[in-house]
């Protein structure tokens, strides 16, 4: 009996971290939606600029950073964030220069919205063409 439990334990706990595992390499798809003071706006598109140019350049886990304003509302942007996986993204917010935009600009957020997204199709690789 003492062995079916210990086998019943083994299994439970390769299952449990297995599904962990899974759960961490998949991607990690979400929108950021700021609302920045207008009277800090060009400031914080330096700062943004700077921070989607290096993550894009140093961390190959970083594979879409994609940020647009509205145009009725210049200081309402929205930011795509793809990112190869949960370490990934860890990674990330941990990097000098992110923390350099987060530090920088904290200040001039006015509101932050973190939406988690399923991508209807994560097969879809986004290109840019000339």
Do not use: C, W
């Not at 886990?61 to 990934?88: C, F, Q, R, W």
């Amino acid at each position: 009996m003492k062995s079916i439990r210990f086998i019943l334990v083994v299994l439970l706990t390769q299952f449990v971290f297995h599904k962990t595992t899974a759960q961490d390499t998949e991607q990690l798809v979400r929108m950021a939606k700021l609302v920045i003071d207008s009277t800090h706006l060009e400031a914080y598109k330096a700062f943004l600029k700077e921070e989607i140019e290096t993550s894009l350049r140093v961390e190959p886990g970083v594979l879409t950073l994609y940020a647009v304003s509205e145009k009725e509302n210049p200081n309402h942007i929205t930011i795509l964030e793809i990112y190869k996986d949960m370490n990934a993204y860890r990674s990330h917010i941990q990097t000098p220069h992110f923390l350099k935009y987060k530090d920088g600009t904290l200040h001039m957020v006015k509101s932050l919205e973190l939406i988690e997204t399923d991508p209807l199709m994560p097969k879809v690789k986004l290109i840019q063409r000339d």
